[in-house]
T-cell receptor, first 111, second 116 residues
Framework: LAKTTQPISMDSYEGQEVNITCSHNNIATNDYITWYQQFPSQGPRFIIQGYKTKVTNEVASLFIPADRKSSTLSLPRVSLSDTAVYYCLVVYSGGYQKVTFGTGTKLQVIP | DAGVIQSPRHEVTEMGQEVTLRCKPISGHDYLFWYRQTMMRGLELLIYFNNNVPIDDSGMPEDRFSAKMPNASFSTLKIQPSEPRDSAVYFC??????????????FGPGTRLTVL
């Protein structure tokens, strides 16, 4: 059974780097890992996506080790506006494709 | 582009009543997804369509739930009869058909459903 798990919550002070992990132990060779951010009363929105090693864009970095059984979203120098819930998304292949969101990590940024 | 449009934004109904949630995906997107979000269960995929055809409905809780996509610009999620445990936020999302694993899903604002 494909499971995608994350820590329930994290706290961080403003200006610090935050790393949020996602475990996806049954990920297939061709599956990508995507991260979304969700603010209260809004739908999730795309942050970053990767397949292996490291991906960086203007808001985050994504680290994926060689075995690809986990991934880490890195937010540099967080601000109060980064307080949100962060989800990883994996589409598991095999049979038909199974879209699976992680359990979500609530990040609270503290002044 | 207006993004994914959902209606209504809020729905309060009584147990046993029929509820219909509506979604208009982004024009040109070939995938449409329905999700349910609750505190206890997080974000759950209920069903998704590709080119108006249901592909995976294994997340639909039971026969009281049904979804249709009569054309590329409209989809409905119906609950009949509704129960208090169906109270949740229901999201619709759409994406291009470049590859399910690589597509970015664009979410609507959600419909907050309360069943009394």
């Amino acid at each position: 059974l494909a499971k995608t798990t994350q820590p329930i919550s994290m706290d961080s002070y403003e200006g610090q780097e935050v790393n949020i992990t996602c475990s996806h132990n049954n990920i297939a060779t061709n599956d990508y890992i995507t991260w979304y951010q969700q603010f209260p009363s809004q739908g999730p929105r795309f942050i970053i996506q990767g397949y292996k090693t490291k991906v960086t864009n203007e808001v985050a970095s994504l680290f994926i080790p060689a075995d690809r059984k986990s991934s880490t979203l890195s937010l540099p120098r967080v601000s109060l506006s980064d307080t949100a819930v962060y989800y990883c998304l994996v589409v598991y292949s095999g049979g038909y494709q199974k879209v699976t969101f992680g359990t979500g990590t609530k990040l609270q940024v503290i002044p | 582009d207006a993004g994914v449009i959902q209606s209504p934004r809020h729905e309060v109904t009584e147990m046993g009543q029929e509820v219909t949630l509506r979604c208009k995906p982004i024009s040109g997107h070939d995938y449409l997804f329905w999700y349910r979000q609750t505190m206890m269960r997080g974000l759950e995929l209920l069903i998704y369509f590709n080119n108006n055809v249901p592909i995976d409905d294994s997340g639909m809780p039971e026969d009281r739930f049904s979804a249709k996509m009569p054309n590329a610009s409209f989809s409905t999620l119906k609950i009949q009869p509704s129960e208090p445990r169906d109270s949740a936020v229901y999201f619709c999302a759409s994406s291009l058909a470049q590859g399910l694993s690589t597509d970015t899903q664009y979410f609507g604002p959600g419909t907050r459903l309360t069943v009394l």
